[in-house]
């Protein structure tokens, strides 16, 4: 067998009132095109074209190696689409499968069921079906006798064919000799006046070829037409990543509020508060502790880990560091094992040493830190002259006094110290004391005689 799979996505969305082409909408870090892709994935089909209409250049310039976009413009309907799409797969296709790319809760499972069905019963054509509840605005499945006739889009309908629950989901596998003779034969004589690909069902039953059909389940074909459903669709997404995590072993407290995408790893063992996103290429590591309230993006927590209401983007925290509350770790902060990184800290693009501390209100930038320092209460490194970055070192077993400005660049040596309030703006040699401080004057009974001031003035 030559599979080619054609995803339909030239559609504008019109409903999403947005700029973006509906089918590059997110869900769970990953767009709704790359959704059925990943769905088509396990089936290993021998081509994938996509069908793109609407920025069509957007839409292509997104899409894996491995899968051809191709133009449909006009877009004359689903029937025109599949066309344009066939017309884009090489003479070796035998079997085709026409997927939508706006449906993104599809499981492989199903596709790989209606292959199967094809292939076994040697079928012309393969439709996937769901029995609805409300199958209000679908197009509708007409059987005789258990078999498919045909199918009967709800505008077209009469009211015993609206009667009818079984709705076309819009996945169909093809026989592409079949398929190619039949596009040549549709027509827009319908209320809409477009090529319907559901068409191709009614012509081949007429003709006497076999039609197979596969049931699936209802929740498996929301399609996705506006932000209400790409919310719904993103929560069911949610939810089976997380399930799959929590068997794997992962904890957490309440699945409801943690929202994990698709290529993040955590590890068996690490547990989850609630409240907590976490995105790109992130991974968690065994034993970690994260959340409540974390959002981290592209950073990696390692094992042992604790980080607790905090934004990490481009972070990597090591074994054993605590992290939070109220802490920023911005791109290439990193932090070495067993260290600390505490309230109202932001660090960005520096390395904090092993057991090294930075505990409170402090902004590192373009630093290095040695291993077992301790960084005082309101330290500053002013990394910024108006020109250039530029770095700051802190050696080993070095005490940064509290509300110290390292004005880099500058070097603090190992096991040296910093007074309370200096303005550091030289290197500091190893072991010195540096403080940059105007010495404190004091005014004996000066309280005094500003009361007695006061009551002259008669205030
Ligand atoms: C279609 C089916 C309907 C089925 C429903 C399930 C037809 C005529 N009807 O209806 O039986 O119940 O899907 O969701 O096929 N597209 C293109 N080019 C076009 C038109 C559409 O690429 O010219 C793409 C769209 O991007 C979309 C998909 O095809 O992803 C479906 O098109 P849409 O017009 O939404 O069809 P429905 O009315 O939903
Ligand atoms: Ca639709």
């Known amino acids: 067998m030559h599979l080619a799979v ?15 082409p509906k089918v590059l909408h997110r869900a769970c870090g990953r767009n709704l095109l790359g959704w059925a892709l990943a769905t088509a994935e396990p089936l290993k089909a021998d081509e994938t074209v996509v069908v793109v209409g609407h920025e069509a250049d957007d839409v292509v310039a997104s899409l ?7 133009v449909q413009e006009p877009q004359l309907g689903t029937g025109d689409a599949a066309r344009v799409g066939f017309g884009a797969c090489t003479p070796d296709a035998d079997t085709v499968l026409v997927v939508l790319g706006d449906m993104p809760l599809l499981r492989p499972a199903t596709l790989e069921a209606v292959i199967d069905t094809h292939r076994t019963e040697r079928a012309a054509a393969t439709l996937l079906t769901a029995i609805f509840r409300d199958p209000t605005g679908y197009g509708r499945v007409v059987r005789e006798n258990g078999q498919v006739v045909g199918i009967v889009e709800e505008r077209d309908a009469d009211e015993e064919q609206r009667a009818i629950k079984e709705m076309n989901v819009s996945v169909y596998a093809f026989d592409a000799a079949i398929l190619s003779d039949v596009l040549g034969r549709l027509r827009s004589d319908n209320d809409q006046g477009e090529y319907y690909l559901t068409d191709v069902v009614g012509i081949l039953a007429a003709d006497g070829e076999r039609i197979a059909s596969v049931v699936t389940d209802e929740g498996e074909c929301i399609g996705v037409n506006s932000h209400a459903d790409l919310a719904l669709v993103s929560n069911v997404l949610r939810r089976r990543i997380n399930d799959r995590l929590m068997q794997d072993g992962v904890a957490m407290l309440d699945p409801d509020r943690v929202y994990i995408d698709v290529g993040v790893d955590v590890a068996a063992g690490v547990r989850i508060y609630p409240d907590v996103y976490l995105q790109g290429a992130t991974t968690i590591e065994a034993g970690a502790v994260v959340g409540p309230s974390v959002h981290a993006t592209d950073s990696s927590i390692a094992v042992g880990a604790t980080v607790r209401y905090s934004v990490l983007e481009g972070a990597a925290v090591g074994p054993g560091a605590t992290v939070g509350p109220y802490t920023y770790l911005r791109p290439g902060a990193e932090l070495g094992i067993n260290s600390k990184a505490g309230s109202f800290v ?7 040493g092993p057991r090294s501390k930075v505990p409170h209100l402090s902004y590192i930038g373009d630093t290095t830190i040695g291993e077992d320092s301790n960084v005082g209460a309101a330290t500053i490194t002013a990394n910024y002259d108006g020109f250039e ?3 700051t070192e802190i050696g080993d077993r070095v005490k940064i006094g509290s509300d110290t400005i390292l004005v880099a660049p500058v070097s603090v040596g190992d096991d040296a110290y910093t007074g309370a309030g ?3 703006s030289h290197d500091v040699s190893p072991g010195a004391l540096a403080l940059e401080r105007s010495h404190q004057e004091e005014i004996p009974g000066y309280a005094e005689r500003r009361k007695r001031r006061a009551s002259e003035d008669g205030k």
């Open 346 to 352: 932001e660090i960005k693009n520096s390395q904090v």
């Open 389 to 391: 970055k530029n770095r």
């Open 6 to 20: 054609i995803v339909l996505a030239a559609g504008k969305g019109t409903r999403m009132k947005s700029e973006l």
């Open 64 to 70: 894996p190696a491995g899968a051809v976009g191709v």
């Open 422 to 424: 200096s303005v550091i």
